[in-house]
């Protein structure tokens, strides 16, 4: 059974830092490219940033960049994303997704991060 767990979200205040962490099971962890989405109420699930399989490749999205970090641990079946100087506006549900190739896609069931005084 394919699972993904996120988990390490929570409030926390403007300036914090948190770190997500995204435990996967029932599939070939490192055949997959990882990423983390996140969606905010009454907006469109956005891409935050992604990371290729053996995590040569990295890309964020534009209003993270400098930010957020993403990592992955192959041997842990467990991909990261750590996030550093937290805006108000970085309040979503953060998700993880796994992808192979345009067949295979997984989600997570995502974990929430509110960033507020």
């Known amino acids: 059974q394919v699972q993904l767990v996120e988990s390490g979200g929570g409030l926390v205040q403007p300036g914090g830092s948190l770190r997500l962490s995204c435990a996967a099971s029932g599939f070939t962890f490192s055949n997959y490219a990882m990423s983390w989405y996140r969606q905010a109420p009454g907006k469109e699930r956005e891409m935050v940033a992604a990371i290729s399989s053996i995590g040569g490749s990295i890309s964020y999205g534009g209003s993270v960049k400098g930010r957020f970090t993403i990592s992955r641990d192959n041997a842990k079946k467990t991909v990261y994303l750590q996030m550093n100087n937290l805006k108000p506006e970085d309040t979503a549900v953060y998700y993880c997704?796994?992808?192979?190739?345009?067949?295979?896609?997984?989600w997570g069931q995502g974990t929430q991060v509110t960033v507020s005084l």
């Open positions: 997704k796994a992808r192979w190739g345009t067949r295979y896609e997984y």
